[in-house]
Each structure stands twice: as structure tokens, then as C-alpha cells.
């Protein structure tokens, strides 16, 4: 009979055998084997061929390249339709977004939650961002923005041009963190972050703020064994291969980059 992880407000760890050493199991022989990888609760719509919208929940690996591609956007982001404003939670697969590719249809929108105190490989991920009104510039954002610990914005630099030799690049958002304009949060509840997918890598202004869509990065990059693969891609059921993304609409940098060729 399957067993169901044990969970906890979003996180998982699934059951184990008592271990020799602190954090690995054992094995038969008494030698210490690899640690169980913390684990994460995942929720995904999605719209199929048939025009039909389908959810499933997943339990897998609380790791980067699992995380990014959910946690982008915080609760209240407001996004435009062709139905007209909408906040990012409540839009649904089969929904007209407006991105800087035109309207497109929302194939995909995922959800994860930001946990207070649980035990995050990546302390960051138990935080999310706020960019005050007006923060980046008149209406940039309008009103405050909360963003998830994995959101990429579009910045514009004269170092992105040295750098790729285009005019914008995908930033990190929390690398803009001042604790002025731009302030660190740490949730004292449990809140949900979000992600919306589409057929082509695209931005959506959230509130006067270009922030990035669904893309787990170049299948080149991921790095991930077979054994794990097959989990990331079963949660993409609108792609039939990680392929399938396309190229990235502007290049991801860091911040550090930008500000060192600016400095030389």
C-alpha cells in the first residue's frame, strides 16, 4: 500500500527507516547512504488539447530548479486580461493574458507555498519581496508589489549591452533588496506564490513591473540526473519536452555582473 508523505504546511519528507548517522538512512550493511532530499508540495493547472482545464498536486524535491519555476509571484499581483484586471490568483488556465508578446493564452499556472520556519535548503525561499509604490519610477509599481523569492524582473543597464549585446536583461529581483524601497519579507503565515506558463517564454507587467513567465531554463543547464528528470517535466504537462520552452525572451543575469562591468 502507497504511503502518503508526511507533510508539513507545504513541506514534505517522506518516511524513512531510523539512520545510523544524523540526516542519511542506513543501509543493510550498516553504511551510511545519500540524505532523503527535503520535499515540497507543488499544485498545478493546466489547460489540455481538448480545451479542458486539469489539476493535480505533486509531492517533489525541494530543490532550485523545482522551486523557481513556482515561486514568482506573491498574492494580489495584478495582471491584465482580456477580461480585464485580474489578480494573479484568481486567473485560470484558458485565460487571455496580455504579455510583451501580445495577448496569450495561460496554458499553466502553478502554485507552492512560503513556509515560516521550515527547514529551506535555500534560506531565501522562506522570503518574499515587497517593491514599494513608485520604487523603480512613476507607477513602477502601482500600487506595492509583493513578489515571490524566485522572481526575475526586466532591467535595463548599459551594462546588459556590454554584457549580451541587448538593451534588458532578467534580473533576480531580490538582488535590488535595499530594506528602503525594496524590502526583504519573512511571512509569519503560510502564503502562496505563483507562476503562470505560456506557450513562449514571456514578460507580464504586474502592477508597472515587467516580471518573467515560466521557463526552467535551457535543458542543457538544468543538470538533472534521469532519476529526477522525468519528476520536473511531469510538471510541465503543457510542454512535451523541456525543449519545448523555446529560447529565453531576454538573457538572465545577476545583478553583481551588471554593477562589476559598470565599475570597471
Not at 84 to 106: I, N, R, S, W
Not at 168 to 181: C, E, K, S
Request: hydrophobic share 40%; aromatic share 4%.
Amino acid at each position: 500500500m502507497n504511503q502518503t508523505p508526511n507533510t508539513t504546511a507545504g513541506l514534505a519528507v517522506a518516511p524513512y527507516t531510523p539512520p545510523t548517522h544524523m540526516g542519511r538512512d542506513a543501509s543493510p550493511s550498516g553504511q551510511p547512504l545519500r540524505a532523503r532530499p527535503l520535499m515540497r508540495r507543488y499544485e498545478v493547472a493546466h489547460l489540455t488539447p481538448a480545451q479542458n482545464i486539469e489539476d493535480f498536486t505533486k509531492i517533489a524535491p525541494a530543490m532550485p530548479v523545482f522551486e523557481n519555476a513556482f515561486a514568482a509571484f506573491g498574492r494580489g499581483a495584478i495582471l491584465r486580461t482580456k477580461s480585464g484586471m485580474m489578480a494573479v490568483e484568481d486567473l485560470l488556465p484558458g485565460d487571455k493574458v496580455l504579455t510583451d508578446h501580445g495577448y496569450q493564452t495561460l496554458l499553466w499556472h502553478g502554485t507552492m507555498s512560503i513556509v515560516p520556519g521550515a527547514r529551506n535548503p535555500r534560506p531565501e525561499i522562506g522570503t518574499m519581496t515587497r517593491i514599494t509604490a513608485d520604487a523603480l519610477g512613476l507607477g513602477r509599481p502601482a500600487p506595492d508589489l509583493v513578489l515571490g523569492p524566485a522572481a526575475r524582473m526586466l532591467h535595463r543597464s548599459p551594462a546588459t549591452r556590454l554584457l549580451t549585446g541587448t538593451d534588458t536583461a532578467l534580473v533576480p529581483v531580490r538582488d535590488f533588496i535595499d530594506g528602503n524601497q525594496l524590502i526583504e519579507l519573512r511571512p509569519i503565515a503560510p502564503v502562496h506564490c505563483y507562476q503562470l506558463g505560456f506557450a513562449e517564454h514571456a514578460c507580464v507587467n504586474v502592477n508597472g513591473i515587467d516580471v518573467e513567465t515560466l521557463h526552467p531554463g535551457p535543458a542543457h543547464a538544468i543538470g538533472l540526473g534521469p532519476d529526477l528528470l522525468p519528476h520536473l517535466t511531469a510538471m510541465f504537462p503543457h510542454m512535451r519536452q523541456l525543449a519545448d520552452f523555446g529560447p529565453l525572451t531576454a538573457p538572465r543575469l545577476r545583478k553583481a555582473d551588471l554593477d562589476l562591468v559598470m565599475a570597471a
